[in-house]
């Protein structure tokens, strides 16, 4: 059964809300060549994983307007469509999902206005509603203008850069991924009128699922086919992203030597053999292990919000995430 339908959530009416946004800006052309990106990217589909959190957040209250929560939801997954425009575009990546990236179906200035425009609506619409009813503006505007940016920064800086920290190879996980799950749970939470305290442990479990979520990514990067992840195998590797199975190959002293060795212009040959290299090891085991002791840490939050109904819900996203293989 599919993620959406284990939570009761109808798809679609998300990626009508996504396209109701687009089309019910005034100021923005139809036929323009940014309405089309964003409608072929809305149409091409996807998980839905952040508006979906959004949903289940507003579930542990009891005065969530529906309308409210359904646009929320759509405004966090253009935010993160947006990321994946602009991540594709710094990343030189061709393919995700399996299909052209966008910037390779129009061209790099089109992406980068189209992801820029995304941004900007969201901004807009969030602009429009009172303070004091909006609850969740502070914390979208913050993410949209700091947190995924310095995220997205951090990774780009430090690419190669083999003397990195684990705690900045942390910072930049959360900035970059578990951030925005984080807020999505703490905004649906918020939309529902949740105590702070629900608020609070809502936001925590979001951040340790955003935070498994990226490394068990990590590791499927090593382990995956190209088909089976919608890019190719080993992309990270080969663009020096230093991921946290990169970070324990360093330490060890068999396989830090080969990777050390890598640079912007290895060749297809050297990535391969270090990512067997890698493979050979237990490295991914213990990748894999991190990863597994932030899902328990998300689930011990679940056994703390056990007396509202929709902790099932958390369940099942933990389940989702613990077995995910794309």
Do not use: W
């Not at 994983?49 to 253009?78: C, H, I, N, Y």
């Not at 951090?154 to 083999?162: E, K, P």
Request: aromatic share 4%.
């Amino acid at each position: 059964m599919k993620l959406a339908d284990q939570l009761h959530i109808n798809l679609d009416t998300i990626d009508k809300e996504m396209l109701r946004i687009v089309r019910t800006d005034m100021s923005l052309p139809m036929l323009s060549a940014i309405a089309g990106n964003i409608g072929r990217m809305i149409l091409a589909g996807g998980k839905r994983l952040r508006p979906m959190m959004v949903m289940v957040g507003s579930r542990f209250g009891r005065m969530a307007d529906p309308k409210k929560v359904l646009q929320m939801a759509a405004v966090t997954e253009f935010i993160h469509v947006a990321s994946l425009i602009h991540d594709d575009v710094i990343d030189q990546a061709d393919i995700r999902r399996g299909k052209p990236t966008l910037h390779v179906l129009t061209d790099v200035p089109t992406a980068i206005h189209t992801a820029n425009y995304m941004m900007a609506r969201v901004a807009e619409l969030l602009s429009k509603v009172e303070d004091d009813k909006n609850p969740y503006r502070e914390e979208i505007t913050g993410l949209l203008t700091s947190r995924l940016c310095l995220g997205e920064y951090q990774q780009m800086a430090n690419r190669f850069n083999f003397s990195l920290s684990m705690d900045t190879y942390l910072s930049k996980t959360r900035n970059k991924t578990a951030i925005l799950m984080s807020t999505c749970l703490e905004v649906g939470a918020r939309l529902g009128r949740a105590t702070p305290e629900v608020t609070a442990k809502l936001a925590q479990f979001g951040d340790h699922l955003g935070m498994a979520f990226q490394i068990r990514d990590d590791v499927l990067d090593f382990t995956e086919t190209s088909e089976a992840l919608g890019k190719p195998a080993g992309s990270d590797l080969a663009n020096g992203n230093i991921t946290l199975p990169v970070m324990y190959a360093l330490q060890d002293e068999r396989l830090s030597g080969s990777v050390r060795q890598l640079h912007e212009h290895s060749t297809e040959e050297e990535i391969h053999r270090v990512v067997q290299m890698i493979r050979d090891s237990d490295i991914l085991d213990r990748a894999d292990q991190m990863a597994e002791e932030y899902l328990q840490k998300a689930a011990n939050i679940v056994g703390e919000l056990a007396e509202y109904p929709a902790h099932k819900d958390l369940e099942v996203l933990i389940t989702y995430f613990g077995k995910r293989k794309t």
